[in-house]
């Protein structure tokens, strides 16, 4: 039996164009040349007018509402084209984006040393030695299975598996065993050890052994490593029948070798560089804002496709194959011209979101003191620029402000308040800090538990739960007090 219903119902669409702004919007700086030079590759009729001559003076950007950029155009080629919308008297300037920026080296590349690999590294030490194919060969594979961090994690029998079927050589457990002592002689020192207490003998054992505090060190960790790292500092002094004094000189030099060998000689080759999106600086107590150029390309219209249009403008369009080529025309032009207008609504917003941060936060910028960070959360911005959370977020997420105390992520100015004893909101920001400097301060010998944190943070005024302290503390990567403890 047929049912008719009425329903209501509502929805939100998004237009491709919107869609195209909202990603350009999350990409980082470091990223965006990349996306562009995608976009100029796939549609020609985009150009890059840094690299074009412009003799022809350039005309500002007409001004329109932002949302006009993204109404969804019908593409039925029945309609007909008006060739005046794409063809005007200089009109591939109009569309050029060439927005001041604060100075020309945002645009040069950033040089990265070119060194040798971790592994590369291990492969040259193992082509100096005078080795048999076999061994060769076993050498190989075991550097092969080295982690990052340089230890070898598989087992013996496994590298001999895979010698096996790989190589097609067969190995003994022996010879194994025998190629991977020449291995953990290389540098840097501590490879190929198969766990914590390998490593650090190794290197403790290429050190000076008429040392007794290396002798000493050595027994530390071959027979009380469990109670080093705990920290169980009585125990070990019993044991090997040495004052605080001697144990703290024993302590220290094992605290100077490295537990991760192999993320030394790879750290050069994953070097983080942050491009940052905003550069603030102080003018005698004044901050000026502006954006990296990067943010700015020179993208336009190209003129050859705008004349391509105009002939076949004039052409008779009755024919189907010149219909397709009118609408091919069309297409790269119509999408050209919204990639502009993403770029320039993607410029307007992260300066409209960055100043909106900048004021909220004036003091702040000012002295790069934590401590005058206030309460903001993502809705105070949005409200501020009348724009969406999910487009503060967006910015937020992923763009960098440098400033002449350090670079820093727009998320980490961000933070929830608490209320003093005073009924005064501050950024818990703010109560890090002094988390942070009370534990500075400590006596190392006798570390501040969570608790006694607690207490003297109440006597500043600030009332938190204990178990909110350990979090705050956990947030900073700073152990407990047990694990803070020093001779």
């Given amino acids: 039996m047929l049912k008719q219903t009425l329903q209501q119902k509502l929805l939100q669409k998004l237009s491709p164009q919107q869609i195209q702004f909202i990603k350009l919007l999350q990409v980082p700086t470091v990223s965006l040349d990349a996306r562009i030079k995608e976009e100029l590759e796939e549609n020609p009729a985009l150009e890059d007018g840094s690299l074009t001559n412009m003799n022809d003076p350039v005309e500002e950007y007409p001004d329109h509402d932002p949302d006009d950029n993204f109404e969804s155009q019908d593409n039925d080629f029945d309609e007909e084209f008006s060739v005046d919308e794409y063809i005007q008297e200089d009109d591939y300037n109009d569309y050029s984006t060439n927005y001041g920026s604060d100075d020309d080296d ?129 125990k070990i002094e019993k044991q090997l029948g040495v004052n605080s004094e001697e144990l703290k000189d024993i302590i220290n030099e094992i605290l100077k070798l490295n537990p991760k060998p192999g993320d030394s000689g790879a750290s050069a080759g994953k070097q983080l560089h942050i491009i940052p999106d905003f550069h603030i600086t102080n003018n005698d107590g004044t901050l000026h804002l502006t954006l990296n150029g990067r943010n700015a390309p020179e993208l336009r219209v190209s003129r050859s496709y705008q004349e391509m249009f105009e002939h076949y403008e004039k052409a008779e369009k009755t024919d189907k194959k010149m219909k397709e080529a009118v609408q091919f025309v069309k297409q790269k032009l119509d999408s050209a011209k919204w990639f502009i207008d993403a770029i320039k609504q993607r410029q307007q917003t992260l300066l409209k979101t960055m100043n909106a941060i900048m004021e909220y936060q004036y003091d702040y910028f000012l002295t790069g003191d934590e401590r005058l960070l206030k309460p903001m959360i993502l809705k105070d911005i949005a409200d501020k620029i009348e724009m969406d959370i999910s487009t503060v977020s967006r910015v937020a997420n992923s763009k960098y402000v440098q400033t002449e105390f350090g670079t820093f992520l727009l998320k980490s100015f961000f933070s929830e308040a608490i209320q003093t004893d005073s009924g005064e909101e501050v950024s818990n920001k703010e109560v890090k800090k002094i988390l942070e400097e009370c534990i500075a301060n400590e006596d190392k010998r006798k570390p501040l538990a969570d608790e006694k944190l607690t207490e003297i943070l109440k006597e500043k005024g600030y009332t938190i739960a204990r178990r909110t302290v350990a979090k705050y503390r956990e947030a900073m990567n700073i152990p407990v007090a047990r694990l803070r403890k020093e001779l």
Avoid: M, W
Wanted: glycine share 4%.
């Fill in 106 to 234: 945002d645009r040069k590349e950033i040089p990265i040393a070119v060194q040798d690999s971790f592994f590369e590294s291990l492969q040259n030490q193992l082509d100096l030695l005078a080795l048999s194919d076999k061994d060769y060969l076993i050498g190989q594979q075991i550097i092969g299975s080295l982690d990052d961090d340089g230890y070898l994690r598989r087992p013996i029998l496994s590298l001999i598996d895979d010698l096996a079927f790989s190589q097609n050589v067969i190995a003994e457990e022996a010879e194994v065993e025998a190629i991977l002592k020449v291995i953990q002689d290389f540098e840097p020192a501590g490879i190929g050890a198969r766990d914590l207490q390998e490593c650090l003998l190794i290197q403790l054992r290429k050190k000076d052994q008429n040392n007794p505090i290396i002798n000493q060190a050595i027994k530390v960790v071959e027979n009380y490593l469990d109670e080093f790292t705990k920290k169980h500092y009585d």
